[in-house]
């Protein structure tokens, strides 16, 4: 059973709601807010993981999502390699994290999910 439209509809909830949580506030108020931080992180772990789930031949029929970063991002928010820029965070569901939403719409409009 191929469990690809359940994975991509994971990954666009979480897109959702990373944008939903932080995507209006300004920077300095989310960076202020340490619950905040500290749910996105565990998104953006949760987003990666989806994305990780899904079969890396099927990735590539999948345009618009830069499938490399999201779950090098996941690896290293899940495996504390280095110290995590909140800044970064914020940035990218302000800025990527829209486009990357609309990406994963288009393709479960397309495979009927």
Not at 39 to 58: C, Q
Not at 91 to 105: H, M, Q, R, S, T
């Amino acid at each position: 059973m191929d469990r690809t439209p359940a994975h991509v509809a994971d990954m666009l909830e979480f897109a959702r709601e990373l944008i939903a949580l932080a995507g209006s506030k300004p920077l300095p108020l989310f960076l202020a807010d340490r619950v905040l931080c500290l749910a996105v992180e565990k998104l953006f772990i949760n987003l990666g993981e989806a994305a990780k789930r899904i079969d890396p031949a099927e990735t590539g029929r999948i345009p618009g999502v830069p499938w490399v970063r999201v779950i090098g991002l996941r690896n290293i928010l899940a495996h504390g390699y280095e110290q995590i820029e909140h800044e970064v965070l914020y940035k990218a569901i302000v800025n990527d994290l829209p486009a990357l939403a609309a990406a994963l719409e288009q393709w479960l409009a397309g495979h009927g999910a």
